[in-house]
């Protein structure tokens, strides 16, 4: 359908490129969702041949360039699939679902003006390193569309993970776990396909998976 | 799920090492089968044990298998109406869990059939014990038969499969986020899965070989 | 007020100056923002919940606000165009965020942090302000550390820094290259933590489009609801506009494909104050346009230049391969002119000097429009093995973004639009001038002056969102009766809507052929030529026609695909260009009418010998603020600026 593809064109270019070709030809152009087009703002998110975000494992479709496709021309593009994720129109779809769990438990409830100095809350170098491997996660749902269940464990325990990590966060974790993990059942059950962690252009490890289960388990052990 | 699961796994390895002393002879088999009935006595009633263990074990599968419909009703629902083509082999391993489950459920029927009850399927020269066990006789009578000794095999390498993933994602279901506990944990279900395939699955074929008759 | 007709040529005229008072408290402005919050009156508690106060953007000074505000007790309506807070581009922002913490022993201070900002920003900045946003740099880290932020430690557990943007010290708290991200996702999610306690009602995927002003105070905005196409009237007691800068005017920018100046726009339009319009900063190292197709221009840090050298060809349209230059084919253009700095001139510089070699026919690239950034000599000296440790992620970016491999070929890089000193007016308080109008972060104009310092934007949003603005605001509304907000009935609010729904049919009615994108590629495209990184009047006069012509072309030639009652990116797009088409106008006419360079507006009728920007203090030291009147004629207005802890002097 499109003849004038080239290979330095970013997958959303490419849609750029077919809706200019569509308006020509005095048709409605095909709504798609980005924003900074840099891989970071979690905006944009189609799936492509049958996977979230494209070929180009965990890259978000912004980074998802034409040249790294390996010859492959005929691109099918959906939008992300998830009972979670109603289609909205074309290939935008409502992720609000993943709001809810932050909204449920994912945040440190201290007042603005009230923090103590953060030189005094000592956090090892290490412990610092690995929240922000789980802190990277850019919400772009990718995950839940990815997995044959429709599960968002790596993007909740994402979350779990990387506020049990800090001392704010630790001390309202059993709560928070409670909150977080009851959301989840609007989504799918997680049965391990690791699906997940190929698309991710986080890079979330599937550790994340298990921090739900972990700070879950926590949470029932310590009763109230 | 993983509760039961991890309780197969035992139950799959003590299985194994007792199925090892097919190795040991006949006698040695013999013996062990009848300790099994006894075990425990005179403490308590001979069988007392022996059928602890099978409710035990017929609850759990009972459990696992309900957990099992119910997870893939959740998913089926959760995912909506565009199914996910599946991509690596862990991938592909996970989605084998049901249609491989539903085999193993199966073969289990199958072998108490088989080896237990003396039901349909049975060889024609099974024996129950009277009060002295043919467990070597009936197996190697069973096991002579090509057909059976394939499935049993084959049966195995499922169950391998089964318990290869289902160890792993133990580690998710039980929250271990350490990276060498991961690491570690994943080795010893390969090992486990390993030793399922070697110990369990050469069996039969070695009886249909006639290195075991 | 009719929003799309213009008479053939507005007038500019200028008031009679200094008229703008900021009401920056009398004495040292060092303690001005303590001495005011002492005089800032009080709600009660029991009152609070009687207020509602708007606020429209969800970055890092519109989460901050509205989570601070929801956790005082008022009750805040809270807007986004996005389908979640998260997504605002506060999140892209890769350095760091500076803050006055001086606990090292480099000799950073407070006073430094000061001198620094203001000369950086060439003194059009005002000076208690920035004083302030010093002091509340402290408890800006204390604070977003707490809710979640990451921010890199030491071996000892101590927040690490780094030295960022020119400066000398070690102020930059970073958490790797997304300190962005990390802070706006906190901001983001202590939002939602307010919208699950019920003080805060998030609205996502609503986008505002006019202001109401009613009894001359800001009290609602029209809104349209994205996925249905719905306009409502939302009307409150304060509203706060946080919806970032005007950057993407140029269509290729490093901002996000929806970032836009509609918001801000629409209130000029209702009577605030624009300042500054033309204050732009280019970055200098940011991805070339290297074909038709490409949406927008990457940012690559800043870092990059402390190893690479820059240069192009010394002769004018050389094709040959880069490897096939010979060095003394090559001119390091940075090194020859200023041999103090080398390739680490300030952004400004930096940006001109590449601009000056582009136009002079030396760019390289398909399209000749940028510069090599070679890091040969600097592998070749430490080892690959080094560069990959320092830069490593961002040569993968690079190569992720063109093809190439830096480690073999020169890097091209080119200066690209990149944040808006200007803004809309605001007092000391954070509020324009319209009374009951707030403005927070990149939206408004006066923290940075004429160039922003790197790392200061980050906290600019963070020190309004959650450490001004929630202290202005209920100064502000004390004096608001508290409880009933205007009626959605009241003619203000009608005729606001009335003016939305005329200007939604007439883009959608409009019988045009091109789409809203090619007229802001094309607006892209004059403002770079002409409006730029470097000015001169001949130039600017130029633009100024031509983007009247694209305007009146916009309105006849215009199609907007689709209906208005559902989702429609085309009418998105369109209403944004369109005030874009308007803004770009009124930055023009800034741009000419301040006949003097400063920081990053520099005026090549004023440079000294050496090319470098030559201030006139004498008749410039002070921010233009421009009205507009429903004719389109322009009003300029101008705030005095008076410096008093640091000395007015030339940069160096």
């Not at chain 2, 249609?99 to 129950?128: C, E, K, N, Q, Y």
């Not at chain 3, 592998?379 to 093809?403: C, P, W």
């Not at chain 3, 020169?410 to 007092?427: E, K, V």
């Amino acid at each position: 359908m499109l003849e004038d593809a080239t290979p330095e064109m970013s997958l959303l270019e490419l849609l750029d490129r077919l809706n200019d070709q569509l308006c020509e030809q005095g048709e409605e152009p095909i709504a798609f969702e980005s924003d900074c087009r840099e891989g970071v703002c979690g905006a944009c998110g189609v799936t492509v041949n049958g996977t979230p975000h494209g070929p180009v494992p965990n890259t978000p479709s912004c980074r998802q360039h034409l040249r790294a496709f390996g010859g492959i021309t005929k691109l099918r593009i959906e939008p992300l699939r998830s009972a979670a994720f109603p289609v909205v129109r074309d290939l935008v779809v409502d992720r609000s679902a993943l709001d809810r769990v932050i909204r449920a438990g994912g945040h440190v409830d201290v007042m603005a003006g009230t923090a103590p100095d953060a030189d005094d809350m000592l956090i090892g170098h290490a412990d610092a390193e690995v929240a922000l491997d789980f802190a990277a996660c850019i919400g772009c749902g990718a995950c839940v569309a990815a997995c044959p269940n429709g599960a968002a464990h790596l993007f909740a325990g994402a979350k779990l993970a990387h506020l049990a990590m800090l001392p704010h966060g630790k001390v309202e974790r059993t709560r928070r776990a409670r909150a977080v993990v009851e959301t989840l059942d609007e989504f799918g059950p997680c049965s391990s396909y690791g699906e997940c962690v190929e698309v991710c252009p986080a890079g979330l490890p599937l550790t994340a998976v298990a921090a739900v289960h972990r700070e879950g388990l926590r949470a029932i052990f310590k009763g109230k | 799920m993983a509760v039961t699961g991890l309780l197969f796994v035992g139950f799959v390895v003590v299985h194994l090492f007792g199925n090892l002393k097919v190795f040991a002879g006949a006698d040695a088999f013999d013996h062990y089968a009848a300790w099994l009935r006894e075990v425990g006595y005179p403490l308590l009633p001979k069988q007392s044990v022996l059928w602890a263990l099978r409710i035990v074990l017929g609850l759990s599968v009972l459990a696992h298998i309900g957990a099992a419909v119910t997870l893939w009703w959740r998913a089926r629902k959760a995912r909506g109406r565009h199914r996910r083509r599946l991509g690596g082999a862990e991938s592909q391993l996970a989605g084998f869990m049901l249609p491989g489950g539903l085999v193993i459920a199966l073969f289990i029927l199958f072998h108490l059939s088989d080896l237990t009850i003396g039901g349909p399927g049975a060889s024609a020269s099974f024996r129950h014990p009277d009060p002295n066990v043919h467990a070597y006789a009936n197996l190697v009578a069973s096991f002579s038969r090509p057909l059976v000794a394939c499935f049993y095999s084959a049966s195995m390498l499922l169950l391998a499969a089964h318990i290869f993933h289902g160890w792993r994602t133990l580690l998710q279901d039980f929250g271990a986020t350490g990276a060498r506990l991961r690491r570690v944990w994943v080795i010893l279900g390969g090992l486990i899965a390993l030793a399922v395939v070697a110990g369990n699955a050469s069996i039969p074929l070695l009886v249909l070989a006639g290195v075991i008759s | 007020m009719n929003a799309f007709r213009f008479r053939p040529r507005p007038k500019v005229t200028v008031a009679e100056s200094p008229v703008l008072q900021a009401g920056v408290p009398a004495g040292d402005p060092r303690t001005a923002w303590r001495r005011r919050c002492a005089e800032y009156r009080l709600v009660s508690p029991a009152n609070r919940k009687k207020y509602t106060v708007i606020v429209v953007g969800t970055g890092l000074a519109g989460s901050g606000v509205a989570a601070a505000l929801g956790e005082l007790g008022y009750r805040v309506e809270c807007f986004t165009f996005h389908d979640a807070p998260r997504r605002a581009h506060s999140v892209a922002a890769q350095g760091g965020i500076n803050a006055a913490r001086a606990r090292k022993v480099d000799g950073d201070s407070l006073e430094r942090f000061v001198k620094d900002t203001v000369k950086g920003g060439d003194f059009r900045s005002r000076e208690a302000d920035v004083w302030r946003l010093g002091e509340e740099s402290i408890r800006v880290i204390d604070h977003m550390s707490a809710i979640g932020a990451p921010f890199a430690r030491e071996y000892g557990g101590q927040l690490a820094t780094r030295s960022f943007g020119g400066v000398q010290v070690s102020r930059t708290y970073y958490t790797r290259g997304q300190t962005g991200q990390q802070l706006q996702i906190a901001g983001a999610q202590a939002l939602l933590k307010q919208v699950e306690r019920g003080t805060v009602t998030l609205h996502t995927r609503t986008e505002m489009l006019d202001l109401i002003v009613a009894d001359g105070r800001a009290q609602g905005i029209v809104v349209r609801d994205l996925v249905t196409g719905e306009l409502q009237v939302v009307t409150g007691h304060a509203v706060v506009l946080a919806t970032g800068g005007y950057g993407s005017v140029y269509f290729h920018s490093t901002l996000a494909m929806n970032s836009n100046a509609t918001a801000t726009w629409r209130a000029h339009r209702r009577g605030a104050l624009f300042a500054s319009p033309s204050f732009i900063q280019f970055h200098p190292t940011a991805l070339p346009i290297s074909s038709k197709w490409q949406s927008k221009t990457t940012l690559m840090s800043e870092s990059l230049r402390n190893d690479g050298r820059i240069w192009v060809p010394v002769k004018a349209g050389d094709e040959r391969a880069p490897g096939d230059i010979p060095e003394a084919e090559r001119d390091y253009y940075l090194e020859r002119r200023y041999p103090a700095f080398g390739n680490l001139t300030p952004r400004d510089i930096a940006s001109r000097a590449a601009r000056t070699e582009i136009d002079a026919g030396r760019g390289v690239g398909p399209l000749k429009n940028s510069v090599y950034l070679d890091f040969r000599d600097a592998i070749s000296r430490l080892g690959k093995a080094v560069i990959a440790e320092r830069y490593g992620n961002l040569f993968e970016m690079y190569h992720d973004a063109t093809g190439e491999d830096p480690y073999e070929v020169p890097m091209r890089i080119a200066p690209g639009a990149h944040f808006t000193m200007g803004g809309l007016w605001s007092d000391f308080d954070q509020m324009t001038s319209i009374p009951g109008l707030f403005v927070g972060g990149e939206a408004g104009n006066n923290y940075h002056g004429a160039n922003r310092l790197g790392a200061n934007s980050l906290l600019s949003a963070c020190v309004d969102g959650w450490f001004t603005l929630p202290l202005a605001i209920p100064n502000y509304l004390a004096g608001v009766t508290p409880g009933p907000v205007l009626e959605s009935s009241a003619p203000e609010a009608k005729e606001a809507l009335e003016n939305v729904k005329r200007r939604i049919s007439k883009l959608v009615g409009n019988k045009g052929r091109q789409r809203p994108t090619t007229f802001h590629r094309r607006l892209g495209e004059i403002l770079y030529r002409y409006c730029g990184v470097m000015r001169d009047a001949e130039g600017l006069e130029q633009g100024f026609q031509e983007v009247r012509e694209l305007r009146e072309e916009f309105w006849r030639d215009v199609r907007v695909a689709g209906a208005a009652d559902r989702l429609n990116q085309e009418l998105e797009r369109a209403g944004r260009v369109a005030d874009f088409l308007e803004l770009a106008e009124l930055m023009i006419v800034d741009a000419l009418d301040r006949d003097e360079s400063c920081g990053a507006h520099f005026r090549v009728e004023h440079a000294s010998a050496d090319g470098e920007a030559e201030r006139d203090d004498a008749r410039w030291c002070s921010v233009s603020a421009w009205q507009t009147d429903a004719d389109g004629n322009h009003r300029r207005l101008s705030e005095g600026l008076r410096f008093e802890s640091v000395q007015l002097q030339v940069r160096n």
